[in-house]
């Protein structure tokens, strides 16, 4: 194993200065440079452009109305070019278990509230949240969460906590 590595790397060192040996031959400071420049960088091969992507004629008309002073990254459809045809995933939709008008706000001993809907069902958060208020009327949306948890949103103030049902 030992053997075999020391001459892999014996190899790899004799490609190099056998063609390093094509550059000592210049006598012309520059043109040896440049023959050693030329060594030492790979040579870069043409890369072809990516397929268009479904919603190629979107983009000619994102490009025709973008105003030349609106900088590359700014317009509209970039992401798609340099990704190159890749397929983005679409936003998740959140699923909603119910929602409802609340009917009935108490709050608990702990500080959490417990919430009748219009509906019959009762949520009860599972802890106390500072922010958050409830009064009768918010409408209150409750979605699923990960690992069989709920996620009560109350539309007017924007805030999310986790809740369980009561009934």
Known sequence: MRVGGAMLVAWVLGAATASADDCRAIEDDADRLACYDRKATPEEKPVAPPPDVSDAGSEREARTQASPEQPEAARPGLLRRVLGGVKLPKAKPMNVVTRGKVVRVRELARGNFELELDNGEVWRENERELRTNYRVGDIVA???????????????????TKARRVR
Not at 142 to 160: A, I, K, P, W, Y
């Open 142 to 160: 409750v979605s699923s969460g990960m690992l069989g948890t709920f996620n009560l949103d109350n539309e007017r103030s924007g805030q999310r």
